[in-house]
């Protein structure tokens, strides 16, 4: 625990910078250690003073090591503090002075006087030096005894540190139970609530390895101990208070009646000053009431005054930790704080984190009776003088516009925001007024005509420019200048930095070109060509799935492009429910100011309160545990949700990334296509001079790009023979596999049919593990019943640390099996799906 | 759980730094302060007071411009490590007497007493200043606070309080020997409010909260006596539902909450509440109410374009609060177009105390009145010059003015402390009882 090191950048005049101080120090210490001389404590003091000083200021002073334990021998307890501290900090990089402390630590331990035993123990448990640990259990097991409250405070503390230095002699010194024995009779609150501290970590940290603890964190759960600790609550500190409370959170109440009377005992917590307390009260309240839909609600009711009161006392920090919590709330239950919706409007100066927290919360709590309110509001932000709350604001507005039935007065807002002639402004609100045409294609006819109105040139960010792109290939036939203004946007395709407005671009002309092809045909060719150069992999891509549709088949090709549409009903949220709800099981912690469940923020072992015993999104985890073991019920249950929900998730994101083209069952307009083919053929006659190279009628296209197509594989091609090799013993711990799921992105995705046979024989996750165990895939984590399983698989390459993390999920009822590839070598994950593929053909043939 | 505490100062020196764990490297302080100094490019967006950095989470609170810190790796609650570090700050003011970043650096080997015994191995023991009285064993070293701004904030007119009181550290010895026997009891509101462009209220609410600070030996029981009309909660109804209250005089709060001492025994029935105040600093009680109350200030804003790229603006100020009370340093501000390149000021004739400045780099305007006296009325004409270059409407683009002020002696909620009653030792014992009323902006916005 030594101080960090000395920063250079900005040290004060005051501050020395090594070593010429420390050596001085060390000879006046020298000088000192042996003098009796009155007065002598006092330059003492001086001299300790300025060690800790430099201590404090990163400036490594271990080098006098030797000589404060010298000065230690003293009766002035302020000296003996400063030595103390200077000790904890040094003795663990230097583990063989530490021992010459240990004598006088000892000595003190045995003092008249409390608060030097007390003190004592508190360094000598602070030491941190493995091999000094028998030295503390002495010292510690009469602490534990002795008759000064503070004494057994800092015991019980100690029992927790020498735990933490070596865990075999503490559980051997049978320490454990003495605090247990404490913790039910002492009568100082302190020591009760340090014994439950420390048992909490202890056994926590025991259960894995041994049955007796894992009870004995059970027995802390139990009725009569957490009744002993809620009958006193009151007794204890704010912060011991805080303990208790989380404590009965994770306790399960046999009935009713208990439920009822923990909260009428706890109630008046709700009115402390101290926000932590109320939040502990607040979590245990939303837990104790989860299966008891009216409470519950009544539960939210009774906490809106105190969370608002304390979100507005208190400094800054704590009302946003605070603040952070009822946004947790509204978004869960807004309609229970439509009518508190003022409390949501922003402050001039409040920061922009509190602000984004508001103006979700005003998104949320928008109905009926408070949009034009709310609206308004956000309106006034819109000219604000933060732009980038300015640009929320903004999108609020039309988050309410999609989240609402009557939007006439919104969409006239968002018009008034594009003829405000900002720039920022235009570009947010260009986005909002295409999401809103593709939920209510009714109000095109107004949109369209202020949207005409704006020049291109003056949108320059990229999802706005790709917007208006959008709009203009989507409302081709109703805006006049479309194809003109696409062309225009091609002849600039260079300087289009973005690749999403290239690809929306390449699309928007092919919509174009169906509705008006004489006056889009240039573009077109202009377009493809353009694309097929890109050298941006999915511009390139779709230029040439573009250019071969149209080749195979023109009817086809507006098919694809140009479907008939139907509005889009709900957008994907961005965050599952799955997610939301463990958050919401995580209140009261950071997973709320996050906004993020524990487990992608920190690694296991520090979760703290909220363990969970599964990793990856309520699976089982490790092949062993899943073979052979049965899943508990709720577990099951949980994976179920968690399958439906990730399937039914796809489908709605779906909508979004193909530009909102809900797709149904195709019908189109036989004259556009004539009209289609017709530009086609005029578009041959145009470039009479390159020559046929194929004989079909898409001859036509290919020459009028004059492209040089390099040879394409054609994908009819049976996939060859995989040449990869799998390590058939690989090994992966959850941890990093959790680790790499979430850094890799996904290089594969896919569907595959599983055979009949297969199907059959997927009665059970296990059967499909050890057949894929076969195949050197192995299964970290599987769940699920009949018909939907979801496993992950790990594989790894056989000649290099090379891994292949796989999400599958099968549904047996449709026979299909979705799978998610990510690889640490992208290049082979290909491959590795021709061999998944294979190995999952091959299960339930014998 | 916290695995460390330190305190940086506006240039990331460590003050203070203790490590209760070691389970965090080294270099956590710095990795703090080059995150927070840069938190978004821009320099806009303030980091936020918690924050996670491979796996280490940073919680972090600024009290007089120092940074006190907290970090650790284990999913705790938010709320309770930010509460105690703004407790730790109040301890340490309470026995430093001022809290600054000298009298850390002076005292520093009394505040790692004070950590050692507020957190043991990352667990808060205990952040009461009066328990903590016995463990401390070094003599604060007091230093001056040459704006003493804490006290001038309830100074009104001649009325002058003991100034150094409140500045005086929970165990120094008075130079002259004695202790005297005083108490504190601060009312402080803070007041947030919108005014529509019409002068139409459309927010408003009153945050309010009573301090004290004990120095009376022997804790003695306390009784604090409020308005006896006063009521908590506003029943199912809105809390912005403004019929409720008005004219009828009452003081209605919407909610609030207690310290852990007080006793609402006879609350119910007299409005009073009994606690045994401990030493140092601290909050009885928080309250919020959005009845209808009579704003302190009205603000009127009007534009006029002058000419192709001039414009005027007018703002008026009018205190309506009784001419026995003064207001005083007010600010007036309000954001110009962004286009905006010079602006020329004219104050009313004979103006004193008043200070205009056009802030160039952010296009505000910036109005400020050393006093206001009840009743009077300032005014403000501002003329704008524009670039060339286009711009839209002026109006839209500027504003909203927004104020801040204090305003000693006067709570706009008539929340009163009726009386304060000490729980006598004996009849010659009569402490020293300060009842003390201020009133804050927080958000004074007034839109055009």
Same mark, same amino acid.
């Given at each position: 625990m030594a101080p960090p090191a000395q920063s250079h950048r900005s040290s004060s005049p005051s501050q020395p910078s090594g070593k010429g101080e420390v050596s001085d120090l060390k000879s006046q210490l020298r000088q000192l250690a042996g003098s009796r001389a009155p007065g002598v404590d006092d330059s003492k003091r001086d001299l300790f003073k300025k060690v800790i000083s430099y201590m404090t200021i990163?400036?490594?002073?271990?080098?006098v090591f030797g000589e404060m334990v010298m000065c230690?021998?003293? !009766?002035?307890i302020v000296l003996k503090k400063m030595c103390y501290l200077y000790v904890g900090n040094y003795a663990k990089v230097n583990p063989d002075l530490a021992l010459l402390t240990i004598n006088f630590l000892q000595r003190d331990c045995k003092d008249a006087d409390p608060m030097i035993r007390g003190l004592a123990l508190r360094s000598l448990c602070s030491?941190?030096?493995?091999?000094?640990?028998?030295?503390?259990v002495g010292p510690l097991g009469s602490g534990l005894k002795d008759n000064s409250s503070y004494v057994r405070i800092v015991a019980v503390m100690g029992v927790l540190k020498l735990y933490h230095i070596s865990a075999s002699t503490c559980v051997d010194a049978d320490f454990p139970q003495t605090l247990k024995h404490l913790m039910l009779n002492d009568s100082d609150t302190q020591v009760v609530a340090n014994c439950l501290t420390a048992l909490q970590e202890i056994w926590s940290a025991e259960a894995s390895t041994s049955e007796e603890a894992s009870r004995e964190r059970e027995a802390l759960l139990s009725k009569p101990v957490v009744f002993y600790f809620l009958n006193r609550?009151?007794?204890?500190s704010e912060w011991a208070q805080c303990l208790v409370l989380d404590l009965a959170a994770k306790y399960v109440p046999s009935d009713n009646n208990e439920i009822f009377d923990i909260m009428n005992l706890l109630e008046?917590?709700?009115?402390?000053?101290n926000g932590a307390v109320v939040l502990a009260t607040i979590k245990l309240f939303l837990q104790l009431t989860l299966s008891m839909a009216d409470v519950h609600q009544q539960v939210y009711e009774r906490i809106k005054a105190p969370l608002l009161t304390l979100v507005s006392s208190g400094s800054p920090e704590q009302s946003y930790a605070v603040l952070s919590h009822l946004h947790l709330l509204v978004m869960r239950a807004p309609y229970i704080f439509s009518s508190d919706y003022k409390h949501f409007y922003c402050q001039y100066n409040e920061p922009s984190y509190v602000k984004k927290l508001k103006l979700e919360m005003l998104t949320a709590v928008a109905n009926e009776s408070n949009t034009y309110e709310i609206v308004t509001e956000l309106c006034e932000y819109?000219?604000?003088?933060d732009i980038p709350i300015a640009r929320e604001s903004i999108r609020a507005v039309g988050k309410i516009a999609l989240q609402q039935y009557d939007v006439n007065a919104i969409v006239d807002r968002l018009l008034q925001f594009l003829e405000m002639e900002k720039d920022y402004v235009t570009a947010e609100a260009l986005v909002l007024v295409k999401d809103l045409l593709r939920k209510y294609p009714q109000w095109s006819q107004d949109c369209i005509a202020v949207v005409g109105?704006?020049?291109?040139?003056n949108v320059q960010e990229p999802k706005a420019k790709a917007a208006l792109i959008w709009m203009l290939g989507e409302y081709s036939q109703e805006m006049h200048d479309a194809p003109y203004i696409l062309e225009s946007l091609i002849e600039n395709w260079d300087e289009e930095h973005s690749a999403e407005v290239r690809l929306h671009l390449l699309t928007a002309v092919m919509k174009c070109f169906f509705k008006r092809p004489p006056e889009t045909q240039k573009a077109l060719g202009a377009a493809l060509a353009a694309g097929l150069a890109d050298f941006h992999q999915d511009v390139h891509d779709r230029a040439l799935f573009y250019y071969r549709v149209l080749q195979h088949n023109v009817s086809v090709a507006e098919r694809v492009v140009n479907p008939p549409k139907q509005a889009v009903s709900v957008f994907a949220d961005t965050q599952s429910s799955e997610i939301k709800d463990r958050i919401f099981d995580e209140f009261n912690s950071l997973s709320v100011v996050y906004q993020k469940p524990s487990y992608m923020f920190t690694d296991k072992e520090h979760r703290g309160p909220f363990?969970?015993?599964?990793?990856?999104?309520n699976l089982s985890i490790g092949a062993e545990s899943a073979v052979g073991t049965v899943v508990p019920a709720h577990r099951v249950e949980a994976n179920d949700k968690d399958l439906l929900l990730s399937t039914s998730e796809k489908e709605e994101i779906k909508g979004p990334s193909n530009?909102?083209?809900?797709?149904?069952?195709p019908s189109y307009d036989g004259s556009a296509v004539s009209a289609a083919s017709q530009a086609l053929s005029e578009l041959t006659i145009l470039n009479p001079s390159v020559p046929g190279?194929?004989?079909?009628? !898409?001859l036509a296209i290919d020459d009028l790009l004059g492209l040089g197509l390099p040879e394409i594989p054609s994908p009819a091609a049976a996939p060859s023979p995989p040449l990869l090799k799998l390590n058939s013993k690989a090994i992966l711990d959850p941890g990093t596999f959790q680790q790499k799921w979430r850094q890799l992105p996904i290089s594969l995705s896919q569907e595959y049919s599983v055979s009949p046979q297969g199907v059959a024989a997927l009665t059970t996750s296990e059967a499909l593990l050890r057949h894929m165990q076969g195949h050197s895939i192995h299964c970290i984590a599987s769940g699920g019943q009949s018909p939907n399983f979801k496993f992950f698989f790990f594989a790894q390459k056989a000649e290099e640390l090379s891994t292949f993390l796989v999400e599958c999920i099968i549904n047996t009822s449709s026979a299909k099996a979705q799978i998610k590839i990510k690889a640490?070598?992208?290049?082979?994950s290909q491959e590795f799906s021709a061999l998944f593929q294979s190995a999952l053909s091959k299960f339930g043939v014998p | 759980m916290i695995s460390q505490f330190f305190v940086l100062s506006? $240039?990331? #020196?460590?003050i203070v730094f203790r490590d209760y764990r070691g389970e965090i490297q080294k270099g956590s302080t710095e990795i703090f302060f080059r995150k927070v100094k840069f938190w978004k490019e821009d320099g806009q967006e303030e980091a936020p007071p918690v924050f996670n950095l491979d796996g280490v989470n940073y919680f972090h609170v600024k009290v007089v411009g120092l940074f006190f810190v907290a970090t650790t790796r284990v999913n705790v609650s938010p709320s309770l490590v930010l509460e105690l570090l703004q407790r730790i700050a109040r301890v340490i003011k309470d026995y430093l007497g001022i809290l600054n970043e000298e009298s850390l650096r002076k005292n520093f080997v009394l505040v790692y007493e004070l950590l050692d015994e507020v957190i043991d191995f990352g667990y808060v023991q205990t952040t009461s200043t009066e328990m903590l009285k016995s463990y401390v064993f070094n003599e604060p070293i007091v230093v001056e606070d040459a704006r003493l701004q804490y006290s001038a904030?309830?100074?009104?007119?001649?009325?002058?309080?003991?100034?150094t009181a409140v500045t005086k550290s929970v165990v120094a010895n008075d130079p002259t020997g004695r202790r005297r026997e005083e108490i504190f009891v601060d009312l402080i509101e803070k007041i947030s409010i919108t005014f529509s462009?019409?002068?139409? @209220?459309?927010t408003s609410e009153i945050d309010g909260t009573i301090q004290m600070k004990s120095y009376l030996t022997g804790n003695p029981e306390i009784r604090l006596a409020l308005n006896d009309d006063l009521t908590i909660g506003r029943g199912g $109804?809105?809390?912005? #539902?403004? $019929?409720?209250?008005s004219g009828t005089g009452a003081v209605i709060l919407d909610d609030c909450n207690f310290h852990?001492?007080?006793?609402? #025994?006879s609350f119910e029935t007299d409005k009073t509440l009994s606690l045994v105040p401990p030493d140092g600093e601290f909050t009885v009680m928080n309250y919020r109410l959005t009845q209808e109350f009579k704003p302190p200030f009205r603000v009127n804003t009007l534009i006029e374009e002058t000419g192709a790229l001039k414009a005027e603006v007018m703002i008026k100020v009018r205190a309506e609060f009784s001419s026995s009370i003064t207001a005083n340093t007010i600010m007036v501000q309000m954001p110009l177009p962004k286009y905006t390149t010079r602006a020329s000021f004219e104050l009313e004739?004979?103006? @004193?105390?008043q200070t205009t400045n056009f802030k160039e780099a952010n296009r505000r305007l910036e109005w400020g009145l050393k006093k206001i006296v009840g009743g009077s009325e300032h005014t403000l004409r501002a003329k704008l010059t524009f670039s060339p270059e286009s711009h839209g409407n002026i109006t839209k683009e500027s504003g909203p003015v927004s104020m801040t002020f204090t305003i000693p002696m006067?709570?706009?909620?008539?929340?009163?402390?009726?009386y304060l009653q000490i729980a006598k030792?004996?009849?010659?014992y009569n402490p020293y009882r300060w009842v003390r009323y201020v009133t804050q902006a927080n958000s004074y916005v007034a839109r055009i």
């Open positions: 990163g400036i490594d002073v271990s080098a230690s021998a003293t !009766s002035d030491l941190r030096v493995a091999n000094l640990v028998e030295y503390l609550i009151r007794e204890f008046d917590r709700l009115q402390h000053a819109a000219a604000n003088v109105n704006i020049s291109s040139k363990e969970f015993s599964d990793e990856l999104g530009n909102g083209s809900a797709y149904s069952a190279l194929t004989p079909q009628s !898409s640490d070598d992208q290049s082979a | 506006q $240039r990331g #020196d460590n904030l309830f100074m009104q007119g001649t009325k002058r309080m003991p100034g462009s019409s002068g139409y @209220i459309l $109804r809105s809390v912005f #539902d403004y $019929r409720s209250s852990e001492s007080v006793h609402l #025994d004739p004979g103006a @004193i105390g006067y709570n706009a909620s008539r929340l009163q402390v009726k030792k004996s009849g010659t």
